[in-house]
């Protein structure tokens, strides 16, 4: 039988012919272990692009020869290796007749039997170079297709740098967005799609209201990138799509998506430039207390939140709507939300009761709808007209204090 030195012999088989994401676990040096079945049972390997070959501890053979995954007819010969530290030393060769990773099958691997009892595996380059083109990113390995089409790096810092010019500029217009998962298209045809790129996507398919797609990818960036990203901020914002997605979407976990929420709120809360966060977050809690079928009381209280918050970044106050100054789009919407939730709130309450709506909650919900109408919001205008209400006059001290403004 012929002596083997750093020669493997195998015929891979792999299945299918898409783009193939591995996940890996991050080890404390440093090294990086990815998940396999050797001969059906489950092992970790060390991802090892410095190593030759595929080798395993004498504990592991003897695992899979007493559990009868290989046997005599296996073994294929002895190998002289040298050592890390100068000597050289006889090693057994084994045949593996199926190492899986990630649903790749890869058949009849010749591995290294190392002296050493309690070795690491290692999947080293005999096997790494048969995979055909790869991409480290962080802790996920990407085996490409065959028919996958590298960038080159002039097209590569165009993209890169037109993607960054309009997430950099704010831009949130829908061709912007657009834009943006044309240009991520191209990088994930070219299977190169990096850590930022696919937030990019899923911010994105945020923003133009594509929440299935953007469930999907946002779930994809924390299995990937939430242990290795150094950025707090990109973290936060994926967390944030996540948690719009879940409560928004049909297929999303409603109950992930307020854990989610919660967990995103004290970071934006700090954060007054997070505009989007402030817009979106009563509608958020709106439907999610809809989903939960027990009125709206948190909704109420973060809407008004809200509302104090964008004041306080606009430099105003609610004396100034009271005086019929014109506020921005935004604030008007949120005054004309407040009739809206109040108005579910307090009807939720009466037929859960069966009782008629009391005087406070017809004021409370009269005085807001005046508000909201002093902000030439037209449903709210047309309500206080055909209540007969003046919504052109001010608000006394009382009343402001009776909706919860000081």
Not at 134 to 143: A, D
Not at 173 to 182: G, P, V
Not at 316 to 340: G, T
Request: hydrophobic share 40%; net charge neutral.
């Amino acid at each position: 039988m012929r002596v083997l030195l750093f020669v493997l012999l195998f015929v891979i088989s792999i299945i299918g012919n898409a783009q193939t994401s591995i996940k890996m676990d991050k080890q404390l040096d440093g090294t990086y272990k990815i998940s396999c079945k050797i001969n059906g049972a489950p092992m970790k390997m060390l991802f090892d692009t410095g190593a030759s070959v595929v080798s395993i501890s004498k504990s592991t053979a003897m695992y899979l020869y007493s559990n009868e995954l290989i046997d005599e007819n296996d073994f294929i010969g002895i190998a002289k290796v040298k050592i890390a530290n100068g000597d050289i030393t006889d090693n057994m060769i084994i045949r593996l007749k199926d190492v899986e990773i990630g649903g790749l099958h890869l058949k009849n691997v010749e591995a290294v039997v190392t002296s050493s009892l309690n070795a690491p595996l290692l999947l080293g380059q005999s096997v790494i170079s048969k995979l055909g083109k790869i991409t480290l990113n962080g802790n996920i390995l990407i085996i490409h297709s065959s028919n996958s089409q590298s960038l080159s790096k002039e097209e590569r810092d165009k993209i890169d740098n037109r993607l960054r010019m309009l997430r950099a500029n704010r831009i949130t217009d829908k061709e912007a967005n657009f834009e943006i998962l044309d240009i991520v298209k191209k990088i994930e045809e070219s299977g190169e799609l990096n850590e930022y790129e696919l937030f990019c996507k899923l911010v994105s398919e945020s923003n133009i209201n594509n929440n299935d797609e953007a469930l999907v990818d946002a779930k994809k960036w924390l299995e990937r990138y939430s242990l290795e990203t150094d950025s707090v901020d990109l973290k936060m914002r994926t967390i944030y799509v996540s948690a719009r997605a879940n409560i928004l979407s049909e297929k999303g976990d409603k109950e992930l998506g307020m854990k989610h929420l919660k967990r995103c709120s004290s970071y934006f809360e700090k954060d007054s430039l997070a505009r989007f966060y402030w817009l979106e977050l009563p509608n958020l809690y709106f439907e999610y207390e809809k989903y939960k079928g027990d009125g709206y009381p948190t909704t109420i209280y973060i809407a008004k939140s809200t509302i104090n918050h964008l004041l306080k970044a606009e430099g105003l106050s609610v004396k100034d709507i009271n005086n019929n100054m014109c506020l921005d789009h935004d604030i008007k919407l949120h005054f004309a939300f407040m009739s809206f939730i109040y108005y579910q709130h307090f009807n939720w309450i009466n037929e859960k009761n069966n009782s008629p709506w009391d005087s406070n909650q017809d004021k409370t919900i009269k005085l807001w709808y005046i508000l909201a109408a002093k902000l030439g919001y037209p449903q709210a205008i047309d309500f206080c007209k055909q209540s007969n209400m003046d919504y052109k006059r001010k608000l006394t001290r009382k009343e402001l204090e009776f909706i919860g403004f000081d």
